[in-house]
T-cell receptor
């Protein structure tokens, strides 16, 4: 069974204080690892897709990296508007050539950036 | 594109009543997911359709829950009868290849 564990559960930063969020996973063949941002009362918003170990993606103050067992979301000089819940999800390669490409999510990290 | 559209946005119902949640996926997407989100359990996959066919319904809690996708542009999730423990935010998401795009969700409260 695919599993995703995110840490920490909550993180409070001062504006400009860089940090990283962790996503550890176990999956039977990784088709893709995804990072989402979720604001209160809204659906998850897609941020990044990573496909293989060593890959990196960047968007503004966010940078996602991937190894064979975990992914990190690095936040450089965060601003209050970066406050949100960040979700990690994995999509496994389907066993036996089928088409089951379900996404398994972690419980998320609630990030608060204080001005 | 308007994105994934869900209705209603909020639903309050009494225990024992039937509830139907609706979803219009992004045009051209061939996969559709129904998720439930609670504080305790996070995002849980209920059911996944590919090309309108249910592929994985192992997350459907029990027989009170059912989902249909009669065509590529519409899906429903029905709960009958509803119970207070079904209170949660229900999300629909659609995908063409990898990952998924989410709707804004339906907040269901069963009293």
């Amino acid at each position: 069974e695919d599993q995703v564990t995110q840490s920490p559960e909550a993180l409070r930063l001062q504006e400009g204080e860089s940090s990283s969020l962790n996503c550890s996973y176990t999956v039977s063949g990784l088709r893709g690892l995804f990072w989402y941002r979720q604001d209160p009362g809204k659906g998850p918003e897609f941020l990044f897709t990573l496909y293989s170990a060593g890959e990196e993606k960047e968007k503004e103050r966010l940078k996602a990296t991937l190894t064979k067992k975990e992914s990190f979301l690095h936040i450089t000089a965060p601003k209050p508007e970066d406050s949100a819940t960040y979700l990690c999800a994995v999509q496994a390669s389907s066993v036996g050539g089928g088409s089951n490409y379900k996404l398994t999510f972690g419980k998320g990290t609630l990030l608060t950036v204080n001005p | 594109d308007a994105g994934v559209i869900q209705s209603p946005r909020h639903e309050v119902t009494e225990m024992g009543q039937e509830v139907t949640l609706r979803c219009k996926p992004i045009s051209g997407h061939n996969s559709l997911f129904w998720y439930r989100q609670t504080m305790m359990r996070g995002l849980e996959l209920l059911i996944y359709f590919n090309n309108n066919v249910p592929i994985d319904d192992s997350g459907m809690p029990e027989d009170r829950f059912s989902a249909k996708m009669p065509n590529a542009s519409f899906s429903t999730l029905k709960i009958q009868p509803s119970e207070p423990r079904d209170s949660a935010v229900y999300f629909c998401a659609s995908s063409l290849a990898r990952g998924a795009f989410f709707g804004q969700g339906t907040r269901l409260t069963v009293v």
